[in-house]
């Protein structure tokens, strides 16, 4: 299955009929709680549209944005693993559309619906590309670089599709726990992407493909901003 394929929201009334009961839709508003760390895991839950933040904390209270999911994706699919209670807490970062499954209706579905399973499984698949990448990332990035690979994911570039340059309002904070930093560095390389010409922002934030520039290589721009 191609990836323009596994990233295709599935059409609401053939993903209900693909089971046998366990399922319910439900809408969630703005920061409203769609599963918390430390509840039963007991389902899976697919995004029919709008935004999700994945996020957990340690025992001494720190926070750690792990994704944001969106429109296609699924969340929550650790149960099916045996995962007894949920390892992270997803909260809607737009108003959102999701379709609660039962874990057992998700188990009799990926044995029985063919299509289903292998859509799902393209799912795990990419799900485990962008895990390691973001290790990577983690491992051998600096926090500039970063910072702008997170930016131009929200933003949707690189992926099948047109672009979604315009994000949803996220606020330094998040964006520091997503890149693993201080809001103050956050502000500081924003400041300087802004100067550059990389994004744009005045209460939305624009990010163009330029950004790319800074994942890729160190632009001259850059380095002599940094000498």
């Known amino acids: ?46 995004i029919q549209n709008g935004k999700v933040k994945l996020s957990v904390v340690s025992d001494q209270g720190k926070e750690a944005v792990v994704a944001f999911l969106e429109d296609g994706d699924f969340c929550g699919e ?10 992270a807490t997803a ?5 959102c559309t999701i379709v609660r499954v039962a874990k057992p209706s998700m188990i009799k579905a990926l044995h029985e619906q063919i299509d289903f399973s292998e859509l799902f499984m393209a799912h795990l698949l990419a799900r485990n590309i962008r895990v390691e990448a973001d290790l990577v ?8 670089k970063r910072l702008a690979r997170v ?13 979604e340059p315009v994000l949803a309002k996220i606020s330094q904070e998040t964006l520091a726990e997503m890149v693993g930093t201080t809001r103050s560095r956050v502000s500081f390389f924003m400041n300087r992407f802004r100067k550059l010409g990389f994004i744009e922002y005045n209460g939305d934030l624009k990010v163009h493909s330029s950004l790319l520039n800074v994942v890729l290589y160190d632009k001259p721009e850059l380095q002599r901003q940094r000498d």
């Open 91 to 95: 909260v809607a970062a737009t108003d």
């Open 137 to 144: 990332d983690q491992l051998f990035n600096s926090s500039e």
């Open 151 to 163: 930016l131009l994911l929200l933003a949707n570039f690189g992926k099948d599709g047109k672009p």
């Open 1 to 46: 299955m191609s990836k323009q394929q596994a990233r295709k929201p599935i059409d609401p009334s053939r993903f209900m009929a693909a089971f046998d009961g366990g399922v319910t839709v439900a809408t969630y508003g703005k920061g409203q709680v769609v599963f918390s760390q430390g509840a039963p895991a007991d389902a899976v839950f697919y």
């Open 78 to 87: 650790g149960c099916l693993a045996g995962q007894i209670v949920r390892m």
